[in-house]
């Protein structure tokens, strides 16, 4: 058995809602203390919620843990507590040995450096020593693909050149702990696919990795371990094959609606209906997952509803984002009559030419006794299909579209 | 593993000792780690490096700001200030006196106005990354040390230029920067923390620099100052700074001896209080944004 590299007991994390969120205006300090100056020694009493409730984890050598849960079930505060970013409100832990935490893409990157500047900047920032960098400068730019544009300031970047280069710098670092929120969910497939295989080698090298996604897959081939976080608990510590089998069903069990429902923090009025689950029902093949588009044809997308009481006059909104929540498309649904119980909304799309990636759906409803729903998708629509971007293209938007091109009425060859 | 580069590689984080890090919440008053900060190091090199790589790329005409900045102001103050209205200047010419003034005030200037942003300009590597906050508001101050040695160099220019020869006075430079240093960074630490709690700092800003220059001797000489009141005057750093600079670099007038003691003793409490109210910070300033 591996020796414990972390171990922490009880971890909690209270934050302040409200006024501490933004920072304090020295009036308000002021004011406050002109009116009874002893009031600056008990401050206010605030909001508060607790992020993190109790959490205690032991993680060994070489062990890859994944961290699950839904958004604001505390798995960042996790990873920020464990990387020394943010102290617990109580609770402590110990690591043994240096630890490299990836919380973003392109951590320190300044648009005004180039490439090369930004590589050894963004890589000390993230712990790496100069030597380590030059050691590894050659491979960091080749991973990137970005041999010719290094000395090129990277505010001239596409944004795909500049999450290349990031994410390249970012893949490698070596520490002997580290901690990954999330970060390989952006980028085209072919170069997730390129980070995931680094973070498989880095994985086997025996180091320790704690990562948290919403992809499962990604969890499933990376991790040995999970954990999953719900509502800032600890729910479920245990085989990946369990703890994600346990969450999935749980996500998608229509008797548990929190779980996907923010309805009870945006409203005091019961929610008047709600978005249970979404699937991709057509095109649909046996044994293939509803929530991955593979071929660039006619989609028709399915929203079930659950009504507990009639819908009279209500609104429905459906947003697609792409992952880095830009809008991508919107329908308004106004004056909608529903029957009390279960209904099925079928979005039918000649095609959905998206670019390879993890998109997601949300929904806001209201009706006009104002009991709302917001809704987030779960899971994200993984797109698959092929890329039809050219090679060379360094610009790239979000429509993944097929394209002829003629000069003078003479077609291009692709 | 091949090594490229010089011998002296520092060891790789895998070839050290695994080291132990405790979390905790924030207890008692002062957690420094000065261990930790050297090794951090190169981090405060590159903070540094990226400040004075960033300050002049997009400029015209570059690192001439540095030389030009301080000129210019010389020569304003020298002509409404010396010709005009006549203020005494020890019996150096004006554009010495100013210059020997403005050198070491541009340089604290910048580093303190560069240290109360610092926090607040990284707030989003704050929030993803650890390493000690220290290290911020220091490079703040350190990259300051650029333009000031560029401005040093035709200060020493000009000075000759006049036929003053500086002396074995010339020895307290390296003290005095120290001292100017000391009451940026000092002066940073406590307006950085602030200014990541109340963004009014940036307000006040403006008005706390032009006050405190006015409250320094660089467009007059501390002589003006009536004497009973020159003891309230030597609690600000500066005074001595600036009085020692024109000192040292001149040999005229006399060593501001008591006034730099003073001096010394009361940048020694500002950044002592500044530790103490930026470690208190530290721990919730990634939980502000």
Known sequence: MNRVVIHAEALSKRYRIGPIERPMQLREVLTRALRSPLSLLHPAPRETFWALKDVSLEVREGEVLGLIGRNGSGKTTLLKILSRITRPTSGRAEIRGHVGSLLEVGTGFHPDLTGRENTYLSGAILGMRKQEIARKFGEIVAFAELEKFIDTPVKHYSSGMYVRLAFAVAAHLEPEILLVDEVLAVGDIKFQKKCLGKMGDVARAGRTVVLVSHQLNQIRRLCHRSLWLDDGALRQDGPTAEVTAAYESAMSATDSPPAQSAAQASSTAPPAARIVRWEIAEPSAPGASPHTLASLGPVAIRFVLDAPVPLRHAQLELFLYNAERVLLWSRQLSGLHLDSGRHSLLLRFPMLPLRPGAYDWSATLWDDEFRSDRWDSFPSLLVATESLQHPLDELSGPLNLPCELSVNSTPLLP | ?289
């Not at chain 2, 002062?30 to 930790?36: D, N």
């Not at chain 2, 000092?186 to 403006?206: F, Q, T």
């Open chain 2, 1 to 289: 593993m091949a090594f490229s580069g010089t011998s002296t590689a520092p060891l790789e984080p895998s070839a050290a000792p695994s080291p132990l890090y405790h979390i905790a919440p924030q207890r008692g008053w002062l957690e420094l780690r000065p261990r930790e900060l050297w090794d951090y190091r190169e981090l405060l090199f590159f903070f540094v490096w990226r400040d004075v790589k960033i300050r002049y790329k997009q400029t015209f005409i570059g690192v001439a700001w540095v030389i030009l900045q301080p000129l210019l102001t010389m020569a304003v103050f020298t002509l409404f200030f010396g010709h005009l209205a006549k203020l005494p200047s020890q019996g150096l010419p004006y554009p010495v006196f100013y210059f020997a003034a403005l050198v070491p005030w541009t340089y604290f200037s910048t580093a303190l106005l560069g240290a109360t942003g610092i926090v607040v300009e990284n707030q989003r590597v704050i929030t993803k990354v650890y390493f000690p906050r220290l290290i911020l508001p220091i490079s703040a101050v350190l990259s300051g040390l650029v333009d000031f040695a560029i401005a040093f160099l035709i200060l020493v220019g000009v000075t000759l230029a006049y036929g003053l020869r500086p002396g074995f006075a010339a020895l307290y430079l390296p003290f005095l920067l120290l001292l100017a240093v000391a009451t940026a960074l000092g002066a940073g630490l406590w307006l950085s923390a602030l200014n990541a709690l109340y963004r009014d700092v940036r307000y006040v800003m403006p008005f706390l620099m032009q006050f405190w220059m006015f409250a320094s001797p660089v467009v007059y000489p501390a002589s003006l100052v009536p004497q009973r009141w020159r003891w309230l005057y030597g609690l600000n750093p500066m005074t001595g700074v600036i009085e020692g600079f024109r000192w040292a670099l001149t040999g005229q007038g006399s060593a501001p001896g008591v006034l730099v003691l003073a001096s010394s003793a009361v940048v020694l409490l500002i950044l002592a209080g500044g530790l103490l109210f930026f470690q208190r910070m530290e721990g919730t300033v990634a939980d502000l944004v």
